[in-house]
């Protein structure tokens, strides 16, 4: 009988969660943290921890008062502060028994698959083995190339838990979760479906160092919890945030996993690759797809974006709103979709992306 596999944790640590103000790690915050890793270990947990702040100090060393505007001195920033975050990760962690792992990663190491399937095997390993991978974003390169970048860790951690099938994501900044802000006031205990309504009540607020809002954690969550992975939203300076949650005690947002999650090939599909072309699609396609779980056909197809291959990964979009509805792999190329779409070569009727290689988004 194989192996049960322990339960596993993600957690997104802000760089206002870290510091105490530009360029000034808190240690006694991120001791407290390392703490509440180290009991989370006790109880059987596997944590993987991504952790923002390497800007942020590279900004402190070099005197910044916000963060810069210029590319170049961005990726200055994360190269100073980048050493300076894990040396202090390393030395709080180790007299707790615990040996940490440095990844930094761009967008292609999960969307290029051999290097997908490399980090996740990499991840299994340091798990099982009862290191804590501490992963960031390798801002002295991504920052330079929109394409090979994150965006920001909110997202980079809901990736990391659908690599690592992750039963918890937390991400834990600032914000106490998501607040009402056109009802209550209040911040939402419970999430089960991410609505229109749930996503016009995030917040764009950021601070000097951070990159996201609440806006990006939304978008993270929709992410982590379509792969079967509960997600919250809690302030990380409340005293033993971590432990509460996995003892499942109400702070912050919790967001639902999915009852439907997602199998490996479609989280792939659904977050994962990098696309070549898009689909626009009339409005009755894109609803076919979005609740009836049907193929798409040449039929609904409205027009084309990029030259594509068979096989090849493509957004298919709303054509109304622009709005990507699913991701899949092109049954044909693009200019045999645009003959078949006018009536041509295989009809209207056509096949454009097989429903088993098709994602909704």
Known sequence: ??????????????????TSGVGMLDTQKMRAVCAQIAEAKKRGAQTVLVSSGAVGLGMGALKLKSRPKDISAVQECAAVGQGRLIQTWAE????????????LLTRDDVDVLSRHIALRDLLDRLLSDGIVPIINEND??????????????????ALVATLTKADVLMILSTAPGLIDMKGTGKVVPVVEKITPEIRAMASGTKS??????????????????S???????ADGSLEGAVVKIL?????????????????SKKRWLAHFGRTIGKIFVDGGAADALRNKGGSLLSAGVKSLSGNFAKGDLVEIADAENNYVVARGLAEASSKEIAQMAAGGAGGRGGIVVHRDNLAIV
């Open 140 to 157: 002295c390169v991504s920052a330079a190339e929109l394409n090979i970048k994150f965006g920001d860790n909110d997202v980079l951690s």
């Open 208 to 225: 000097a160092t951070a990159v996201g809002g609440m806006i990006t954690k939304i978008k993270a969550a929709e992410i982590a919890t």
């Open 1 to 18: 009988m194989p192996q049960q596999r322990r339960r596993r944790v993600v957690v997104k640590l802000g760089t206002g969660v870290l």
């Open 92 to 103: 709080l962690f180790e007299p707790l028994g615990i040996t940490v792992a440095q990844i």
């Open 227 to 233: 792969s079967g992975c509960d997600v919250y939203i």
């Open 247 to 263: 003892d499942g005690k109400q702070i912050g947002t919790r967001f639902a996993a999915a009852k439907d999650a997602s199998s």
